[in-house]
């Protein structure tokens, strides 16, 4: 009853900002992501008869608000699978979590996917995917690799595998702007956002369209287009965060001066978009080779304090099963 799985973050290029339904967390957006590969959250889940409650540990602390949502996580799988036992679960990220890439796509991919394991709950990744949903609607897509959709037509949506990560390779640089905590979190703002910004419901008919624009550029390879889609998802998204009230500015000084960076190396010819999500740092996604030349191109911007890379990767997997 004890099993080890893996999982990595992802990044956005057409954004999930807001919900259709909160009870059930269903996004109002439909949203298409990468999967990365050098960041990586592992997660040891133990269940045993003898546990009177879930604990857990993140990086050697526990935290009362994530045991919340992870218990409720491990309801679900328990109603699904009728195991009424209860979980130590240990998750390490290798990555900072202040560093704004969203720990909780790969915290819930990994709990999930290990979770399945140790129970040999007979689960489709699709199934997986929507159970990893109901707790962070990101977590879903990190369940597959490469790039990934996430349609929400359906009642109960779920992530899709679009293209694998091998199919069309692509290099991240992040650039890290601050590693401080951001003020409000994603799922409060959306809140925010859908409540008071007046352009919300605009945001919300129009992201279907970015979104077939963007399958469309990753299914033929079309790197000119995703840039374009992708860069215009993401200014769309902040600029409801913008007409939030109190509104909603996740950006500081660095984070503007690397999209003018990045905006003048795709002057030049360098593939290369920019994208960004609840928090100051920048993204810049490009076709492989040019990554020491992003690097050169935006380390020296006042402001900016770490450069991470990350290709690719894979989706969550199970390490090990020990029974
Ligand atoms: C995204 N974000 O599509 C967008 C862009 C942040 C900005 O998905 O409320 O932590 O737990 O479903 O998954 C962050 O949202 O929110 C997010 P919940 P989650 O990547």
């Not at 990365?36 to 889940?45: A, D, E, P, S, Y």
């Not at 490469?146 to 949506?157: L, N, S, T």
């Not at 840039?227 to 215009?232: I, Q, T």
């Not at 200014?235 to 909603?248: C, Q």
């Amino acid at each position: 009853m004890e099993a080890i799985a893996q999982a990595q973050p992802n990044i956005a290029l057409v954004k999930y900002w807001g919900k259709k339904r909160g009870d059930r967390n269903i996004p109002a957006t439909p949203s298409l992501s990468i999967t990365l590969n050098t960041l990586q959250t592992r997660t040891r889940v133990k269940f045993r008869q003898d546990y009177g409650t879930d604990r857990l540990s993140i990086n050697g602390t526990t935290d009362p608000i994530q045991l919340h949502r992870v218990t409720g996580c491990l309801d679900a799988l328990r109603q699904v699978t009728g195991i009424n036992q209860y979980a130590d679960i240990v998750s390490v990220n290798n990555f900072p979590t202040s560093a704004g890439i969203a720990s909780s796509a790969s915290g819930f991919a990994a709990l999930v996917t290990a979770a399945c394991a140790a129970l040999d709950a007979n689960l489709s990744g699709e199934e997986q995917s929507r159970l990893a949903r109901r707790s962070s609607a990101s977590a879903a897509r990190s369940v597959f690799g490469g790039f990934v959709e996430m349609d929400i037509k359906a009642q109960d949506p779920a992530a899709r595998p679009l293209l694998t990560e091998t199919e069309w390779p692509l290099d991240i640089v992040v650039a890290v702007t601050s590693t401080q905590p951001k003020q409000i979190g994603s799922t409060a703002g959306m809140e925010q956002s859908a409540a008071t910004c007046e352009y919300y419901d605009a945001w919300v008919s129009s992201t279907s369209g970015d979104f077939s624009t963007a399958r469309r550029a990753v299914l033929n390879h079309d790197f000119e287009l995703l840039a374009d889609v992708s860069e215009a998802s993401c200014l769309k998204m902040h600029a409801v965060m913008l007409a939030t009230h109190p509104a909603l500015i996740y950006w500081n000084g660095a984070t503007v001066e690397i999209i003018h960076r990045v905006r003048a190396l795709r002057g030049e010819g360098l593939p290369a978009f920019f994208t960004i999500d609840a928090g100051p740092q920048v993204k810049i996604i490009s076709l492989p080779g040019y990554r020491d030349k992003i690097e050169r191109a935006v380390k020296d911007i006042p402001g900016v304090i770490d450069v991470i890379y990350s290709g690719l990767g894979p989706g969550a997997h199970v390490v090990e099963s020990l029974k």
